[in-house]
């Protein structure tokens, strides 16, 4: 008599940054194809998230992480280990006050802010949380056209476009101290999206754009190495 199949586990994303926006989107998508999902969000008021997570009790969960606070990361971590997770994708993207502002004009302490935000502290989260993602899973985090040097042709958004970059530069570094690891590593550049940072004139809304960019993460599964793509895929010139 043959052995029942045994169940496939769950896939499970930890998305780092999930409160609303393209995180939030990101998070409801993966839930809509079957994942269960681990989302952060920062302080204690109720999000998006809270009420996504209120309809689905079994697959979403929710932690707490500033992710401008290594020992919140370290916290994390601890609470988290021995979780097995396919997938570790972190959202976080801020701007300067006044995105017109050249580098010599910006505030010290906004851009401080702005960098440490987007560039340093992801970077501390998938050192710090690498360790639950096995070797067939993926990490990703959120980059921005605007990181891409190459395409730099305008101007503009020079803080914000500045911390993409920068985080661009890490992300390489940490792909190659990391020679040989089969894991997937993509820096995702999502486009102009309507979003709290994106505005209301963004071309794209969340709905048109999140879809595209849970496919093509998805469809990155199982390549090693690191690219630097577009939502559809596409090769972002560094």
Known sequence: MSQPALATPPRTLLIIGASRGIGYALAAEFLTRGWHVV????GTANTPLHDLAAKHKDRVQIES???TQPDEIEALSGRLAGRRFEMLFVNA??????QDDTIAEVATDDFVRVM??????PMRVIEGLQSLVPASGLIGIMSSGQ????NNE???????????AALN????SYAARHAGDPRSLVLMAPGWIQ????????????EEAVPHIVSTLLAQQGKPGLRYIDREGKTVPW
């Open 39 to 42: 989302g952060t969000v920062r």
């Open 65 to 67: 992480l500033d992710i």
């Open 93 to 98: 993207g801020i701007a300067n006050q006044n």
């Open 116 to 121: 440490i935000t987007n560039a340093l502290s």
């Open 147 to 150: 990181g891409s040097v190459s």
């Open 154 to 164: 305008k101007g503009g958004h020079e803080v914000y476009r500045g911390s993409k």
């Open 169 to 172: 530069m890490y992300m390489r």
């Open 195 to 206: 979003t709290a940072l994106g505005g209301p004139g963004a071309p794209f809304s969340l």
